[in-house]
């Protein structure tokens, strides 16, 4: 069955410095791999996603992804966080074949440090 | 862009009341979806519609059902509202080119006192 950890429920980190989310998924095959971020009293906004191809994705507010077979992780990275990122950021998987079996892992509030 | 347009933000409902929560999407998505999302339990899906008139329950359906009469509308309705409903809604849709990448509305904020 499919399944995706974020095993960090809460990070802070300091205006400025550099940023990594982890994620890890569980899914037999190849994957379609998202993350999502959500300010406080939102919806869920896409940050970026990766289908197939280069295993570095980019994405919008300038964070990439890295998806690593090997480590079953798409880890969400930025080189220098704002303020304006903290928000809650979700890390999702699904089946090529079914759009409704988009599993969400549990998600990563980020605070910022002035 | 895809829009994904919930018509409401933010309700209060009594107890026993019947509510309906409306979502619109402008993008041809075959596929609607209705969560609810609760502090430390992430995501939940509801239900999901793959085209209209089709429907399918999601994780946690019981005391909700779901209406698309047109393909794109997605309608949430509580028959009996009771207080453990009190929770954010979020619809969402996918598919056409967009493929499996599913859009979110901004989510409807529902209070049952």
């Known amino acids: 069955a499919q399944s995706v950890t974020q095993p960090d429920i809460h990070i802070t980190v300091s205006e400025g410095a550099s940023l990594e989310l982890r994620c890890n998924y569980s899914?037999?095959?190849?994957?379609?791999l998202f993350w999502y971020v959500q300010s406080p009293g939102q919806g869920l906004q896409l940050l970026l996603k990766?289908?197939?191809?280069?295993?570095l994705v980019q994405g919008i507010k300038g964070f990439e992804a890295e998806f690593k077979r090997s480590q079953s992780s798409f880890n969400l990275r930025k080189p220098s966080v704002h303020w304006s990122d903290a928000a809650e950021y979700f890390c999702?998987?699904?089946?090529?074949?079914?759009?409704?079996?988009?599993?969400f892992g549990s998600g990563t509030r980020l605070s910022i440090r002035p | 862009d895809v829009k994904v347009t919930q018509s409401s933000r933010y309700l209060v409902k009594r107890t026993g009341e019947k509510v309906f929560l409306e979502c619109v999407q402008d993008?041809?998505?075959?596929?609607m979806f209705w969560y609810r999302q609760d502090p430390g339990l992430g995501l939940r899906l509801i239900y999901f519609?793959?085209?209209?008139?089709?429907?399918e329950k999601g994780d946690i359906p019981e005391g909700y059902s779901v209406s698309r009469e047109k393909k794109e509308r997605f309608s949430l309705i509580l028959e009996s509202a009771s207080t453990n409903q009190t929770s954010m809604y979020l619809c969402?849709?996918?598919?056409?080119?967009?493929?499996?990448?599913?859009?979110f509305g901004e989510g409807s904020w529902l209070t049952v006192v």
């Open positions: 969402a849709s996918s598919g056409g080119s967009s493929g499996n990448t599913i859009y």
């Open positions: 899914y037999g095959a190849t994957p379609y």
């Open positions: 990766y289908f197939s191809g280069d295993t």
């Open positions: 999702a998987v699904a089946r090529y074949s079914s759009a409704s079996k988009i599993i």
């Open positions: 993008m041809d998505h075959e596929n």
């Open positions: 519609s793959y085209d209209v008139k089709m429907k």
